[in-house]
């Protein structure tokens, strides 16, 4: 999955701010939504990647609501594969994805957003605590690609799936990256 970030002198310098508030906390993952901040400790990355331009009004008012994206991804319906924004696989081929949200928040937000979802069939969620407590509406076998793309004189490819099990590994990394890699970057006193 992912290296740990280095504590490089501009992740400390836009993450290690004075929180005094939950909002606080939110405001840190909106300005990085909006591109105003290069780094973030979930992302070896720097900077936004051109497809989450797309969606970045988006994250934004969702980040204000306190659904804090680690991951995104729109959706696209038939975009060429050399697009320069989506784009990937070659020439030739034309790319898919299902819109996708990774994100933070507290239990009663889950609760809420879980609660929306009882009539919207179509979407699915995976939802899982510190603690590995799971909330689903997906079985635990159950693979979603949410990536793929059609080539010429080629099977379907489908370079990213979402399933339970990598689901859990990835929770225990971010988890860390929140309860480590993020509060390392503050003094012992105040992480």
Same mark, same amino acid.
């Given at each position: 999955f992912m290296r740990p970030r280095a504590k490089d002198?501009?992740?400390?310098?836009?993450?290690?701010?004075p929180l005094k508030s939950v909002e606080d906390i939110y405001e840190r993952f909106r300005l990085f939504c909006l591109?105003?901040?290069?780094?973030?400790?979930?992302?070896?990355?720097d900077g936004l990647q051109p497809e989450t331009k797309i969606i970045n009004e988006h994250l934004e008012k969702?980040?204000?609501?306190?659904?804090? *994206? %680690?991951?995104?991804q729109p959706a696209v319906n038939g975009e060429k594969s050399d697009s320069p924004t989506v784009g990937w696989g070659g020439p030739g081929g034309y790319v898919y994805q299902k819109a996708y949200l990774e994100f933070f928040c507290s239990k009663e937000k889950l609760d809420a957003l879980v609660e929306k979802t009882k009539d919207r069939p179509f979407l699915t969620y995976m939802a899982v605590n510190k603690e590995g407590i799971w909330k689903s509406n997906v079985g635990q076998t159950d693979v979603n690609a949410v990536t793929w793309g059609v080539f010429p004189a080629k099977e379907i490819i489908q370079? *990213? %799936?979402v399933d339970p099990v990598s689901f859990s590994v990835w929770k225990d990394e971010a988890f860390e990256i929140w309860s480590r890699a993020w509060a390392s970057l503050y003094p012992e006193a105040d992480a």
């Open positions: 002198k501009k992740l400390i310098e836009e993450w290690a701010v591109g105003k901040l290069r780094t973030n400790p979930w992302s070896e990355l969702i980040n204000t609501k306190g659904f804090l *994206t %680690i991951n995104s370079p *990213t %799936i």
